[in-house]
């Protein structure tokens, strides 16, 4: 059987961010914890939010959410969340703040160690619902993790893991186009190339649900005819509240489980040093993984060609790879510094990585290795 579930409440509107206030107060809280970054934070988003919203001028904000969020940044934001009396998080910023304000609110309540919480590590069934509320406050449209119901989270000991629960969805999402208006071209582009890709894997995901591949479709037109709009002006508020879309309606088909590009780009996203974007790395990983996903997938390609625009024909690879050159995004692993020697050791943690199950075609290491040589160039 299909489990279909559609749980978050969504503000969706220019000028959302006037409701926060009276969201937070709706779910009873009076103390919330922003979870941000410095880069939010720097460019006056966060003070912006917290005027409009109507909360007090000093209220707690945690900013040290790294690029890809750690364990030892939510253990800081928890200590943060206790010592300033918070009952509840707002996450304000791109994927990684909105991802560590989930896990934040979950050890606010559960008891360490965090990893016994990962997916892979069969955590799912020990969250629970007894956790402070989360509202999602996105200013990228991309990662969907404002409706989404994963953390994805860094370990102290490098693995970079999956936390999925259905109490992990932010209990609401306000979602104001206006407030990626600022977002930088490259920035415009890798995010939203990563809502293309949540919607082209998990529309291919084997698990039946036709309601969320409809929205995956939706969301993959919404993309392709504004992300280039989007990146050339990043004033143009159409296409921005298009983009915002485009990324929700990603998220919102995410239990379909997503495929092999997200395999590969979560070991990769992993390595610290490096500190991949993760669109980009799913921008550049998603040719080779659709040459492979294309066997066996033809009624399915040609309904993600007319989608994006291409036709029912198209060579979907040769479209992406023609859509990264347009936008800017670097063409092969190696041009983002990815060294080949770590290939091998990144195709073996794919197979782990939890959207490795919904992938169309049954994958493997080799096959998963093959892929990263083509893409590293
Ligand atoms: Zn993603």
């Known amino acids: 059987m299909a489990l279909i579930t559609y749980l978050t409440k969504i503000q969706f509107e220019v000028g959302s961010r006037r409701l926060l206030g009276a969201e937070l107060e709706a779910l009873g809280a009076k103390a919330p914890l922003i979870v941000a970054d410095k880069g939010v934070v720097a460019a006056g988003i966060v003070a912006e939010v917290v005027a409009a919203g109507g909360l007090p001028a000093d209220a707690t904000v945690f900013d040290g959410t790294p690029e890809n969020p750690t364990e030892e940044a939510v253990f800081e934001a928890v200590a943060l969340f206790k010592s300033a009396g918070c009952d509840s998080v707002v996450a304000i910023g791109g994927g990684s703040p909105l991802d560590l304000a989930k896990a934040v609110s979950l050890m606010a309540t559960h008891p360490a160690p965090l990893a016994q919480y990962a997916a892979i590590l069969g955590g799912i069934g020990r969250i629970g619902k007894d956790k402070p509320p989360v509202i999602a406050v996105p200013t990228t449209a991309g990662t969907g993790s404002e409706v989404g119901r994963a953390a994805l989270l860094t370990l102290a000991d490098g693995r970079?893991?999956?936390?999925?629960?259905p109490f992990m969805i932010p209990d609401v999402a306000i979602c104001d186009p206006e407030l990626t208006l600022g977002l930088p071209p490259r920035l415009t582009a890798a995010t939203g190339m990563d809502a293309l890709t949540h919607c082209i894997e998990?529309?291919?995901?084997?698990?039946?649900?036709?309601?969320?591949?409809?929205?995956?479709?939706?969301?993959?037109?919404?993309?392709?005819?504004?992300?280039?709009?989007?990146?050339a002006d990043g004033s143009d508020l159409a296409a921005r509240t298009e983009m915002m879309m485009a990324a929700l309606e990603g998220g919102m088909t995410f239990q379909k489980g997503l495929g092999a590009v997200h395999s590969l780009s979560h070991p990769l996203g992993g390595l610290k040093e490096l500190r991949l974007h993760h669109g980009t790395l799913n921008a550049v990983l998603l040719p080779a993984v659709l040459r492979y996903n294309a066997v066996g997938a033809e009624a399915k390609f040609a309904r993600l060609g007319e989608a994006l625009g291409a036709g029912p024909d198209a060579d979907l690879a040769a479209e992406i790879v023609a859509l990264n050159r347009d936008l800017g995004m670097p063409e092969t692993l190696a041009a983002m510094g990815v060294p080949k020697d770590v290939l091998p050791q990144i195709s073996e943690a794919a197979v782990l990585d939890h959207s490795t199950a919904t992938n169309p075609r049954p994958i493997g290491a080799p096959e998963f290795l093959a892929i990263l040589q083509e893409a590293w160039g």
């Open 160 to 165: 970079k893991l999956g936390f999925i629960s």
């Open 202 to 231: 998990t529309y291919l995901s084997p698990r039946d649900n036709p309601p969320a591949e409809a929205i995956a479709l939706d969301g993959l037109k919404r993309v392709a005819g504004n992300i280039r709009t989007a990146v």
